[in-house]
């Protein structure tokens, strides 16, 4: 079986789902906030990371085995896409202001990066790739970073409320 097989669900639920949840959510999700400094080499840096990430798993193939690892990697998989799903719908349902307070988003200003990552963590177990693994890290640090700058922007755009907010809930998990 190809790794490309798990890309797909990512994609519909990246691409397809908020299209039918709220049309404006696309335009939400392709918005980056102009980087700053060194914040551009992180970007670019992320966005390489997440092409790498894409195409490694385009070409990999998965052996399924009887193995306890390859199933806690379909299971985290299986997490991952759910919670991923379900953030995308809510990101899709912003309050009156513009911040997304409700569903996961009142546990994790970020579910939709944490999602990923959970995704990304069972293609891991799945694929059992030191590779992977390897562009995971490279990928989840300068997601750090992209979410650094984007909180700034928010700042900046919703002011007080957006600072009360990341008082009260967590970057991550």
Known sequence: MIGL????????IRYGLPHFVDRSALKRLRFTPPPEGHEKIIFWVYLLSTL????YLVFTKIIIESTS?????VSVYGVGILLYAVSMCQFGKPSEHGI???GLYRFSRNPIY??????LLGCVLITQSIILFALTVIYQISVHWVILSEERW?????GDEYERYMKKVRRYL
């Open 69 to 73: 690892i390859f199933y806690v990697g």
């Open 52 to 55: 790498a990430i894409l195409a």
């Open 114 to 119: 944490a999602a990923f990552f959970i995704i």
């Open 5 to 12: 097989l798990l890309i797909i669900p990512v994609l519909l």
């Open 100 to 102: 997304n307070t409700n």
């Open 154 to 158: 928010c700042l900046s755009k919703f």
